[in-house]
């Protein structure tokens, strides 16, 4: 079974700005992942959680990927 991973803040609004951006409704972006509108609306909002299939599902949609960044570098690219 694949870990379900909680919707940071920052990869929620990221999700939700650039479905946006691509002119895309909650309910077309669920239906090309294989989830409702309203499961991308919860993850969008902060308050769900998905699992990393989903995620990437998500990313490859959009025209992203999302990748893991050591605390370090993130820090520093937020100076």
């Known amino acids: 079974m694949a870990k379900r991973l909680p919707a940071p803040a920052g990869i929620a609004s990221t999700v939700r700005e650039t479905r946006e951006a691509r002119g895309l409704t909650q309910t077309q972006l669920g239906g090309l992942v294989g989830r409702s509108g309203t499961h991308i609306g919860t993850f969008e909002r902060g308050w769900g959680a998905s699992n990393a299939r989903v995620l ?24």
């Open 56 to 79: 990437d599902a998500i990313a490859f949609q959009l025209g992203c990927r999302w990748a893991l960044v050591p605390l370090e570098e993130a820090h520093d690219a937020q100076e």
